[in-house]
T-cell receptor, first 113, second 111 residues
């Protein structure tokens, strides 16, 4: 099992540009979560999906952020337009809906200059 | 918020010693989980303890849960240099599937 796969690993972009982060969860995992990690705010849950349906997006900071899960094996987190304060490490995680621990991806380090 | 708060924020011990980290939370939970994060890497799930459990073991890890005090502890016995990492507790609330993470404890094991 390759685990949760995120791409890209690093992204440097200019303010105002659109950024798309990608995630492939573990096959058979029905729940998918997007987190953001910064020194100041720690790990924040942005949004999560069950069976490809968004359940809770209350953590999405602004309308500039959007997430989709078109099928069970792929999700995207999009920021448009990006701002320097969006600089962070973005993690995707998945698990079965039966509960248990999350499996995290290696993260995408986003730098907006 | 049911966010966990961890104590201490940083801990430095000698290899071979035991390391204890504590976590407190605010609301009723379904379970509490501990994760490890090595620098620049993703989080790795270590252990899950349910609200009706009081203690759980996994290898050199021992986790306790006191729901009356809304607190948990993670004990790592016979620490090794490879245990150097940040450790996070996370709570899953009743009726909610999402995990809320604490700020973490930075553990350094000195050889």
């Amino acid at each position: 099992d390759a685990g949760v796969i995120q791409s890209p690993r690093h992204e440097v972009t200019e303010m105002g540009q659109e950024v798309t982060l990608r995630c492939k969860p573990i096959s058979g995992h029905n729940s998918l979560f997007w987190y953001r990690q910064t020194m100041m705010r720690g790990l924040e849950l942005l949004i999560y999906f069950n069976n490809n349906v968004p359940i809770d997006d209350s953590g999405m900071p602004e309308d500039r952020f959007s997430a989709k899960m078109p099928n069970a094996s792929f999700s995207t987190l999009k920021i448009q337009p990006s701002e320097p304060r969006d600089s962070a490490v973005y993690f995707c995680a998945s698990r079965t809906t039966g509960g248990g621990g999350y499996t995290f991806g290696s993260g995408t380090r986003l730098t907006v200059v | 918020s049911q966010q966990g708060e961890e104590d201490p924020q940083a801990l430095s011990i000698q290899e071979g010693e035991n390391a204890t980290m504590n976590c407190s939370y605010k609301t009723s939970i379904n379970n509490l989980q501990w994760y490890r994060q090595n620098s620049g890497r993703g989080l790795v799930h270590l252990i899950l303890i349910r609200s009706n459990e009081r203690e759980k073991h996994s290898g050199r890890l021992r986790v306790t849960l006191d729901t009356s005090k809304k607190s948990s502890s993670l004990l790592i016995t016979a620490s090794r240099a490879a245990d150097t990492a940040s450790y996070f507790c996370a709570t899953e609330g009743q009726g909610a599937q999402k995990l809320v993470f604490g700020q973490g404890t930075r553990l350094t094991i000195n050889p």
